[in-house]
């Protein structure tokens, strides 16, 4: 007799109401992280009641473009007179690549810096959204590339003034006085929130009264924790000193943190795995010398074996004892058969990508969190004063003295190099320095940074070197451009400047996100109007989408800009593109005599073609426009892109499972709900 089997209907339904669950909760986290200011409201008045210790969310900002952050537009054109006609587009493309290292030094947010050439003319466009000190900016921007020759500082240090050793000491006696002075106060029953607010140091806690939430033992307050660990609940410390100042503490309830576990292994790894310094077996051969030292191996060998056999050298040395970890430090495979095994059992060989592990489980701990605040007085320390002496010392050789530096490749070889030519005055520096720092690195800074530090093999008297490394085409050509722009004499002058006011950023801003939220709610009024209940549910399904887009985009820090809104707002109306596909499919089948439940999966199955061939369609234009588009542009591919991708997943996965749960509430032949439906 053929026999078959199924699943039970009753869990069907309870996958299905889980995953309906899984949806609102994924509703809720996207909404949240959207808009974390008022969640972290919430879940910080439940903190203060419950003392739960919940995580907030980070209260992240969406990156504006200038258009809707405001900031500065600045064209400058690069002068390339005294510049070869064959070298003037790389000039002008190792300034710009100088022009973008300093914003990102200044620290503006999704800066962009492009070249672009108006006849004969080399110009380079710099967008600084939210920069408020334009003035600084150009200045910045406009100083001419500082390219330097740097060696080896071996001066020894100075020490400290006497005066500057009595400023130190001064400092830190009225730290002392201040921390004693605040504790006294607690104690004597001055209130310690009231006292943290007015005496703490502490940038983290000091608006909050000092309070640091819940410390766990691997945390940066590992000495609070150590400290928590020896007092009971409520009760002040001492104060005591650790190396950013003055302190003490104050603790509070304690709970049950994450488990830790203490292990040892012995690892055989094989070719090719990552870190496996001269193997001695392929990946076979590692797998039958693992078995065999498993079936060797007991708690009294293992230490010994480990130091024979492991390629760990991180553990070998000590017997392969790894100390105390929690899972989620491990790779998946090792933390996933560790934590499962027993304290005292050996288990094995388990393959990870670092070859095969004996693994022997010596204990299990669950760790506890304490909850502490803290009152701290910054000190001063010698390193305060006087800053740790530079590593590199100038030269006098700098991008004056460099004539040209361009690509080759050696003849012998065929590897990439750079090639440097100095003029008279920089060959007889380049000289005396080569020949003192033989077997030593000289390193080549521009704009205060180390862009290449090499190697000196021999002295170099005739002015000529090479830079000689594993260097890709690329990597040459960037290096290349770097060295020409401190040495090319390519000054910039700015000849346009306008400022995009805060005030019209916010207004547009508005006026974007106000179309966005009327969109959103037309599109979803016209399919509950037109499709009844499954409209209802992907209007649902429609906030989901809203919610993830704007959080996937937030999350991968990509620019919001007016074309990249443009290209949301459009996204909307395709986001229920394929639920109308879906739906009229559902009309269809429902008026062919068919039950809503077969009706439902019929609709999804033979719409999902037409869905997938439009939404790839789309994503193939998107990925042009972001590989040959300019920013405005790009911004509106990316948006799309991420909409078209999430309206795929709204519409088949979230849409269908709520169809699903819903599904059986009605007779086989559907009801009014269902446009569509056939009357019996």
């Given amino acids: ?225 150590d400290k928590a660990a020896t007092m009971k609940p409520n009760q002040i410390s001492a104060v005591f000193e650790n190396k950013e100042g003055y302190n003490f503490i104050k603790r509070g309830a304690e709970r049950d943190g994450v488990v830790e576990v203490s292990a040892k292994h012995i690892l055989i790894c094989y070719v090719g795995a990552p870190g496996c310094e001269n193997p001695l077996y392929d990946e076979a051969g590692a797998k039958a010398k693992a078995e065999e030292l498993y079936a060797k191996a007991n708690a009294i060998n293992f230490s010994d074996l480990a130091k024979e056999f492991s390629n760990d050298p991180g553990s070998k040395e000590k017997g392969g004892d790894l100390g105390y970890f929690t899972k989620d430090v491990m790779v998946k495979e090792f933390g996933d058969a560790v934590f499962a095994a027993k304290s005292g059992e050996i288990v094995g060989p388990v393959k990870t990508e670092y070859g095969y592990h004996i693994i022997y489980k010596t204990d299990e701990k669950t760790t506890k969190e304490y909850e502490i605040s803290r009152i701290l007085v910054s000190t001063k320390k010698e390193s305060d004063i006087l800053p740790p002496q530079d590593e590199w010392k100038t030269t006098g050789l700098s991008g004056k003295q460099l004539e040209k530096a361009e690509v080759v490749s050696n003849p012998q070889t065929g590897s990439v190099e750079v090639s440097l030519k100095f003029n008279s005055e920089g060959t007889e520096l380049f000289k005396a320095i080569t020949t003192r720092n033989v077997e030593k690195p000289v390193a080549i800074f521009l704009d205060g940074e180390a862009i290449s530090v090499p190697t000196v093999k021999q002295p170099i008297t005739d002015g000529s070197a090479v830079i000689s490394g594993t260097f890709s085409i690329e990597e040459a050509k960037l290096l290349s451009q770097r060295l020409n722009a401190g040495a090319l004499p390519v000054p910039v002058e700015l000849i346009s400047q306008q400022s995009v006011g805060a005030t019209l950023g916010k207004e547009s801003l508005d006026k974007s996100l106000y179309a966005g939220i009327i969109g959103t709610l037309i599109v979803a009024l016209f399919m509950i109007v037109y499709y009844r209940l499954p409209g209802i549910l992907s209007a649902i399904a429609l906030v989901l989408y809203a919610g993830l887009t704007l959080g996937i985009t937030k999350m991968i820090g990509a620019t919001l800009t007016l074309s990249g809104i443009a290209g949301y707002i459009m996204s909307l109306g395709m986001a229920v593109d394929a639920n109308v596909l879906i739906f009229e499919r559902l009309k269809e089948e429902l008026r062919a005599g068919k039950s809503l439940r077969t009706a439902i ?44 991708l999430v309206s795929m997943f709204t519409a088949i996965t979230v849409t269908r499972t709520m169809m699903r749960l819903v599904g059986p509430w009605f007779k086989e032949n559907g009801n009014w709900a269902f446009k569509g439906y056939k009357k019996q």
């Avoid at 334009?134 to 500082?146: L, Q, S």
């Avoid at 607010?197 to 924790?225: A, H, I, M, Q, R």
């Fill in 1 to 225: 007799m053929n026999k078959s089997y199924k699943q039970p209907k009753a869990s069907v339904r309870s996958k299905i109401r889980w995953g309906v669950a899984g949806i609102f909760v994924l509703l809720l986290i996207s909404i949240c992280y959207v808009a974390p200011t008022y969640a972290n409201r919430v879940i910080d008045k439940v903190n203060d009641v419950a003392h739960l210790g919940l995580p907030r969310f980070p209260e992240k900002n969406f990156n504006l473009g200038l258009d809707l952050q405001g900031g500065a537009h600045l064209v400058y054109q690069a002068d390339v007179t005294n510049i070869k006609t064959l070298d003037q587009a790389d000039a002008v493309e190792g300034v710009r690549d100088v022009i973008e290292r300093r914003v990102n030094a200044f620290g503006v947010s999704e800066p962009i810096v492009q070249t672009t050439k108006v006849g004969s003319d080399y110009r380079i466009i710099v967008e600084l959204p939210g920069v408020t000190d334009v003035n600084k900016a150009i200045k910045m921007i406009g100083e001419t590339p500082i390219l330097e020759f740097k060696e080896q500082n071996n001066e020894p240090p100075r020490e400290l003034t006497a005066e500057e050793k009595k400023q130190l000491d001064t400092f830190n006696k009225e730290a002392k006085k201040k921390i004693d002075t605040a504790l006294r106060e607690v104690r004597n029953g001055k209130d310690f929130v009231e006292v943290a607010k007015n005496v703490s140091e502490d940038p983290v806690s000091k608006n909050n009264g000092g309070y640091l939430d819940y410390v766990t033992k691997n945390s940066p307050y590992f000495e609070l924790y």
């Fill in 601 to 644: 999966e019929e609709g999804f199955l033979r719409a999902w073609t037409s869905i997938r061939d439009s939404n790839l369609s789309t994503l193939i234009s998107c990925v042009i426009l972001i590989w040959f588009g300019s920013s405005f542009v790009q911004g509106f591919a990316v948006t799309l892109t991420i909409g078209v």
